[in-house]
Every structure is written in structure tokens, then in C-alpha cells.
């Protein structure tokens, strides 16, 4: 009987050290999880980041090319006065040609 009281309070011991060894165990897995998951947050945020500079340099070109376009059109239109002006004063100059030929 003493000799099962003795086993017992061994067999309770080693159970006690399996438990604390389980419970550090534990605290390390939940430590390197918390770390991963704090890892995959700040990868994710720096992902969003890029993302967000991407998006910005993309809008800015695009600003840049719709200037370029602006300037593009307002030298097309100032192209397009000059012909037209001159179309008039050529216009002017034929009909004074005809209006010479008519009275010689």
C-alpha cells in the first residue's frame, strides 16, 4: 500500500512536469504565432503601401500626359487660326485676282 502511495505521488509528479512542459510549450507556440501574425500584418500594410504609391504615381503620369494633351490641342488650335487666317487672306487675294482679270 505505501509502495502504491509512493508510485502515485511520482506518478503525480511526472504528470505535474508534463503539464508545466505542455503549458511552456504552449506559451512558445502562442508567442511565435502572435509574432507571424504581427509579421504578416506589417507585410500586408507595406503591401497596401506600395499599392497606394503605385496608384499614386500612376495618377500623376496620367496628369502629365492630359497636360501634354492640353498643350497639344491649344497648339493645334493656334495652327488651325493661323491656316484659317491665311485661307482668308488667300481667299481675299484670289477674289482680287478675279476681280482684275474681269476688268482688264
Known amino acids: 500500500m505505501e509502495a502504491s ?7 503525480k509528479k511526472c504528470l505535474e512536469i508534463a503539464k508545466k512542459e505542455i503549458l511552456l510549450e504552449n506559451d512558445r507556440l502562442l508567442q ?45 488650335k493656334q495652327a488651325y487660326n493661323g491656316l484659317l487666317k491665311k485661307y482668308s487672306q488667300l481667299e481675299k487675294h484670289c477674289i482680287s485676282l478675279e476681280v482684275s482679270m474681269q476688268l482688264k
Do not use: A, P, W
Not at 509512493?6 to 506518478?11: E, G, R, Y
Not at 511565435?32 to 503605385?54: E, G, P
Not at 496628369?63 to 501634354?68: D, H, R, S, V
Open 5 to 11: 502511495v509512493q508510485q502515485f505521488s511520482v506518478d
Open 32 to 76: 511565435k504565432v502572435m509574432s507571424q501574425d504581427v509579421l504578416i500584418t506589417l507585410m500586408h500594410s507595406m503591401s497596401l503601401n506600395n499599392d497606394s504609391v503605385n496608384v499614386i504615381m500612376q495618377k500623376r503620369e496620367l496628369c502629365e500626359k492630359c497636360l501634354n494633351l492640353d498643350d497639344e490641342i491649344s497648339k493645334s
